[in-house]
């Protein structure tokens, strides 16, 4: 199964004191047969409006019993701070794939299946211009059982110099774990931005055995560029047949509307 771990900067130094890498050894529950495969990506961002928006989710390290990660950024940008969930896959967990790309790197091809497999993608770094509102998505389309395209775009007057997409990929009937892209358009339309926004979702026809883990990464953003870019996605309420989601922003960001993966499994 699985292990879900998450890296917040918060928890080596606050919000206030900006650094350019801020990392820490994140633990595992039980050690591992052999280091696991490693799948990351930015739950929450708060970066600078006085700079490109540049930040990127790294792991080093990985061993069976821990992994580093860090939350780092270059150049003049100011991060304040940012989460990541980090998801470990097991050796025995052969089924689960992994891998993540670059913009000029994207993949059409993959580890075949027996049949077309679920896919989720999600951001773990982004660099795009200070000077235009904040617009960018991932997505797996042509999800067939020998691969799937990867994509990376923007929108509009956007200037996008660089973004890293991970991806996970799994069979489709594989028992307890369910899988969906959420967006705060399913809650109010992008061109009336707000805060906060929250839904309630079910698992569908997949069962738990106990309140499942759940991993949580942003897919997409359009954020207005005249104040920081503050972003925060997670869950809470979750049981054994569902969860509320929650993407918010705070302070005077200006969120047109943003979106998630999100992963539940026992």
């Known amino acids: 199964m699985p292990i879900l771990r998450e890296f917040n900067t918060g928890s080596v130094r606050p919000w206030h004191k900006p650094q350019p890498d801020t990392h820490a050894t994140l633990t595992f529950p039980r050690p591992l047969a052999a280091p696991s495969r490693i799948a990351h990506g930015f739950r929450q961002l708060d970066i600078g409006c006085n700079a490109n928006i540049r930040a990127r989710s790294m792991v080093q390290q990985i061993t069976e019993s821990h992994v580093d990660c860090h939350i780092s950024t270059w150049a003049d940008t100011t991060l304040y701070g940012g989460i990541d969930h980090v ?9 689960l794939l992994t891998g993540e790309h670059m913009l000029n790197l994207l993949p059409t091809r993959t580890i075949p299946f027996p049949s077309p497999p679920n896919v989720v993608v999600f951001f773990n770094l982004i660099a795009l211009d200070k000077h235009h509102n904040w617009r960018l998505k991932t997505t797996a389309t042509s999800i067939d059982a020998n691969g799937f395209t990867l994509n990376i775009e923007t929108w ?18 594989r028992k307890q774990i369910f899988s969906r892209s959420v967006n705060t358009t399913e809650v109010r339309h992008w061109s009336q931005p707000r805060l906060e926004q929250s839904k309630k979702i079910m698992f569908d026809s997949v069962t738990f055995s106990k309140d499942p883990s759940v991993f949580v990464a942003l897919n997409s953003i359009d954020i207005g560029h005249t104040a920081n870019l503050r972003i925060n996605a997670y869950v809470d309420g979750v049981s054994r047949t569902g969860l509320v989601w929650h993407i918010d922003a705070w302070a005077d960001t200006i969120l047109y509307s943003a979106g998630a993966s999100i992963i539940a499994f026992n």
């Open 156 to 173: 509009a007057d956007t200037i996008l110099y660089v973004a890293q997409a991970c991806w996970i990929a799994y069979p489709a009937d």
């Open 87 to 95: 998801l470990a896959l097991a050796p025995e967990d052969q089924d």
